[in-house]
């Protein structure tokens, strides 16, 4: 499966974005998706997953309530809504895939999208 990440772009503290992976391939609810992030020095990081059906989700604790991912398999896309954004969620974000149970762990997944930049101004 291949995969797009889109929609990052700058933005105020305290601001919305809304962060698209699009797919294409195969059969895309057979594919858990995940999003991660990495950011200027630091090692990529965990930022939230979705279920191959939408039904489970999981966040990292950092953005907990102001996430939220989600998933419409007609349009072979996977959200994440991005609310509150602090300038600490400046990274670049990747979406990657997995035919399994969605995962927190990043060499889980056997697919990566190209990422998109994700810059919050303070």
């Known amino acids: 499966v291949q995969l797009q990440a889109s929609g990052g772009g700058l933005v105020q503290a305290g601001g919305s974005l809304r962060l698209a992976c699009a797919a294409s391939?195969?059969?895309?609810?057979?594919?858990?998706v995940g999003w991660f992030r990495q950011a200027p020095g630091l090692e990529r990081s965990f930022v939230a997953t979705?279920?191959?059906?939408?039904?489970?989700?999981s966040y990292a604790d950092s953005v907990r309530g102001r996430f939220t991912i989600s998933r419409d398999n007609a349009k072979n896309t996977v959200y994440l809504q991005m609310n509150s954004l602090q300038p600490e969620d400046t990274a670049v974000y990747y979406c990657?895939?997995?035919?399994?149970?969605?995962?927190?762990?990043?060499?889980?997944?056997?697919?990566w999208g190209q990422g998109t930049l994700v810059t919050v101004s303070s």
């Open positions: 990657a895939a997995r035919q399994s149970l969605s995962s927190r762990n990043g060499n889980d997944y056997d697919y």
């Open positions: 391939g195969r059969t895309f609810s057979d594919y858990a």
């Open positions: 979705i279920s191959r059906g939408g039904g489970v989700d």
